[in-house]
């Protein structure tokens, strides 16, 4: 079946660090991708996704791309900020149309 | 922009009672979901529904479980009979069409507390 594997967190940066989660999948077919993120006391919010193999989904500095050969979809973002503490969920959608979400990696960003 | 609603925000319950969560998905959305959030773990799929009547369940979604559209805009979740490992946070959400490249819109979700 489908799954979705993400980094473990805590992942804890200085402010203004890079940051990347990587996430790979497993599926069958041609799923889309997205990135959904948790801030505290808030539910899920789409971040971005792709739909295709070698898309870029970009939103708010962050940008991931649909790697088709090597099963992934890492996020990535160049420069963080305090309000960028979250957790971050990796999930990929099939054409029978359920979300399957990684275990999230919870991200914080210290001043 | 559009979004989805749930009602009740916190609940707490006793164990074997019956627990209704609400839903108000996006108008103009066909497909609705349920999914939850045990403390600390994953998002887990329960169930999707479509032209009233539920298209895919999970394993979780046993007979306890039920789900129904009373009227044009309202989605709920019910558990009968609830037991302490229900506690989570139960997300509604929605999309406008099914395909892998559609975006499912999630409420802020409801916290539920068996006890």
């Known amino acids: 079946g489908n799954s979705v594997t993400q980094m473990e967190g805590p992942v804890t940066l200085s402010e203004e660090a890079f940051l990347t989660i990587n996430c790979t999948y497993t599926a069958t077919g041609y799923p889309s991708l997205f990135w959904y993120v948790q801030y505290p006391g808030e539910g899920l919010q789409l971040l971005l996704k792709?739909?295709?193999?070698?898309d870029k989904g970009s939103n708010k500095g962050f940008e991931a791309t649909y790697r088709k050969e090597t099963t992934s979809f890492h996020l990535e973002k160049g420069s963080v900020q305090v309000s960028d503490s979250a957790v971050y969920f990796c999930a990929l959608r099939d054409s029978w149309g359920k979300l399957q979400f990684g275990a999230g990696t919870q991200v914080v960003v210290t001043p | 922009e559009p979004e989805v609603t749930q009602t009740p925000s916190h609940q707490v319950t006793q164990m074997g009672q019956e627990v209704i969560l609400r839903c108000v998905p996006i108008?103009?959305?066909?497909?609705f979901y349920w999914y939850r959030q045990i403390l600390g773990q994953k998002v887990e799929f329960l169930v999707s529904?479509?032209?009233?009547?539920?298209?895919?369940k999970s394993e979780i979604f046993d007979d306890q479980f039920s789900v129904e559209r009373p009227d044009g805009s309202n989605f709920t979740l019910k558990i009968r009979s609830t037991k302490l490992e229900d506690s989570a946070m139960y997300f509604c959400a929605s999309s406008e069409i099914q395909g892998a490249g559609n975006t499912i819109y999630f409420g802020e979700g409801s916290w539920l507390t068996v006890v």
């Open positions: 529904f479509y032209n009233n009547e539920i298209s895919e």
């Open positions: 792709a739909t295709k193999a070698d």
């Open positions: 108008s103009n959305h066909l497909y």
